[in-house]
C-alpha cells in the first residue's frame, strides 16, 4: 500500500505537538512494509529525514510555530504553499491513503484527490487550528483570511473519508462541524518513548534533595 502522511509542523527533529504522534504512525507503517511518503517541515537534510523515519520519500514543506509571534502573516505565506505541494503530492503518488495531522492539512489532501479519486483520506484531528488565532479581533482583512481558514477547515472535517481524534470531546466537537459520527474514530494520544533517553540524576538528587525519599518536579 502507497501511503502519503502530511503534517504541517516541524516533523524531524519532533518539535511537540501533533509530531510525536504522526512520527509514531509513519514508523508504523514502514515497519509494516508499506512505501510511505512524508509531506512536512524539517531541521534536518532531506536523506537524513527519510533514514530517521524509515520511510520512502519525502516532501519538505515550509513549518510555522502556531504558538509563536506573528504567526497570522507566516500562515498567509506558508499555508497555500504548503496545502498545494500536498495537493501536488496526492496528484504524482496516487497513495491509497492519505493522513493528514489537522484539518488545513487535510484540505491539501481533499484538494489532491480531485486527481487520485482512490485515494482514502484520512483526517487525523487531534484540535481545532483557528482556535489558536482567537488573538485577532473581528475586523479587517485578517478577519477576513481567519473566515477564509475556518471554511477550510470546516471543509476537511465534512469531507475526508475517515476522522481519527483523540477524545470523545474531539469526536463530539467533529460531529458538530459536519462530520458523520459513524466516520469518527477516538484513538487516545500516545507518546514515542524512543524520544526519552536514560539519565543518571544521582549528583542532581544530592544537590537539591539529599536524603529525600521522593522528588517533585516542576517544569
Known sequence: MRVLVNIFE???????????RVSSLVKAFSARGHEVHVASSIAVAKQDA??????????????VNRLGRWKMPKYMAA???????????????????????NSIAGYGALLGKRWSPGSL???DLTDLLFEYLEDYSSGGWLSAVTGLGRRLETKAIRESDRIITIS???????????????????VPDGVDTSIFHPVDGSALRQRHAAGASHVIIFH
Open 168 to 186: 470523545q470531546a474531539m469526536r463530539e466537537i467533529a460531529t458538530q462541524y459536519g462530520a458523520l459520527q459513524e466516520h469518527v474514530d477516538v
Open 121 to 123: 483520506t484520512v483526517l
Open 50 to 63: 527519510v533514514a530517521r523515519l524509515g520511510c520512502d520519500g519525502w516532501i519538505p514543506l515550509q513549518g
Open 79 to 101: 499555508f497555500p504553499y504548503n496545502i498545494l505541494r500536498v495537493a501536488d503530492a496526492v496528484r504524482r503518488l496516487q497513495p491509497d491513503l492519505v493522513v493528514s495531522h
Open 10 to 20: 516541524k516533523l524531524v527533529p519532533i518539535s511537540g505537538g501533533g509530531t510525536p
